[in-house]
């Protein structure tokens, strides 16, 4: 977003173990500022990141090669701003009042829903995925009904807005006039000013017993024991910030970034703000899955369909304009 268009409040200084100081500024927009008869801009909390050279990839080897988290290699970046959040249910209602959009689940008519959290009548409940039977494909939910026609959005109004493909995303996106952060700059964020660590906030899942992400408790897929607070998603910001003031860096639910998903891009990926292949397999989706502890770690990459939807899937946005 423009200078023009915002308010800054500078943030004390945020110190790591392992890095210099960094001084984050956090950005208010305005509202109802025109961007164009179609666009407004939106209020969104956003953190402005020094830009730098970070170690990208995954430095403990514990990806599948299929998912190219290798080599580790350096990148540089300039500064950006990222929002502190994922998109809410309660911003995402705002789009869709303002411009009428019916996202791809809508248009479908069906969308993906882990079994423990399906809200609907059986005859709704149109079976399983293939290899993933604890995803049911259910008629009727969406973006509103996260759960089912049963369930409602307004029932989990700052919870981050899931069944959105990419798609779904980045019209999201234009009409606020900002953008889908790239892989390079959604993982520098996540880190918070860490190199070399596993998660986003230290090596440790549950530092002195303190939970810093919703994830899976117990045995998957059949018993969440709710250890974190929440057997589905949880409210944004429900855990510590990291190092750059973001929230939910981990955990919760996959988040939808710009680039293209090609499994060995790593290898010939440029140093310089890498914007992904011109082309590949799928969209990237980076780690907020809640299925199990190695799902959190920053660098978990996995390739998602523009159109594919599913009950865990939301997004960020990065906030220079379109």
């Given amino acids: 977003m423009n200078s023009g268009d915002s308010a800054h409040v500078k943030h004390p200084t945020a110190k790591t173990c392992c890095t210099p100081s960094r001084t984050m500024t956090t950005v208010r927009s305005k509202t109802n500022l025109p961007v164009s008869s179609e666009r407004q801009l939106r209020p969104h909390d956003e953190v402005r990141l020094p830009g730098g050279n970070f170690q990208m990839g995954d430095h403990f080897g514990e990806g599948y090669a299929s998912d190219g988290e290798e080599p580790v290699h350096t990148v540089t970046l300039p500064s950006f701003t ?8 309660r911003q995402f209602a705002g789009f869709v009042n303002a411009t009428a959009y019916r996202t791809e689940a809508e ?16 005859p709704d409940i149109l079976g399983a995925a293939t290899g993933s039977p604890w995803w049911l494909n259910v008629r009727g939910a969406d973006w509103a009904h996260p759960a089912g026609p049963k369930s409602h959005w307004s029932e989990y109004p700052d919870h981050p807005v899931v069944q959105v493909s990419h798609n779904d995303a980045r019209a999201y996106c234009d009409w606020a006039g900002r953008r889908l952060p790239s892989e390079a700059e ?10 070399g660590k596993r998660y986003s906030w230290g090596n440790e899942l549950v530092p ?18 709710a250890d974190d607070g929440y057997i589905g998603t949880a409210p944004v910001a429900s855990y510590p910030a990291n190092g750059y003031g973001l929230y ?13 998903f090609l499994p060995k891009y790593y290898r010939a990926s440029p140093a310089e703000n890498p914007q992904g292949p011109t082309i590949g397999a799928g969209r990237v989706m980076l780690p907020r899955c809640r299925t199990h502890f190695q799902h ?8 998602g369909l523009s159109d594919h939807r599913a009950g865990l899937n939301s997004h960020r946005q990065q906030g220079t304009p379109m």
């Fill in 82 to 89: 990222i929002d502190v959040t994922a998109v809410t249910n």
């Fill in 107 to 122: 248009k479908y008519g069906t969308s993906a829903v882990f079994h423990l959290l399906v809200k609907a009548a059986g």
């Fill in 186 to 195: 959604w993982e520098y964020a996540a880190r918070g000013g860490l190199e």
């Fill in 208 to 225: 002195a017993t303190h939970h810093h992400c919703n994830i899976w408790q117990g045995t998957f897929p059949t018993q969440n024991t």
């Fill in 248 to 260: 939910d860096m981990a955990g919760n639910v996959w988040e939808w970034c710009a680039d293209w």
């Fill in 296 to 303: 959190t770690r920053i660098v978990l990459r996995q390739p």
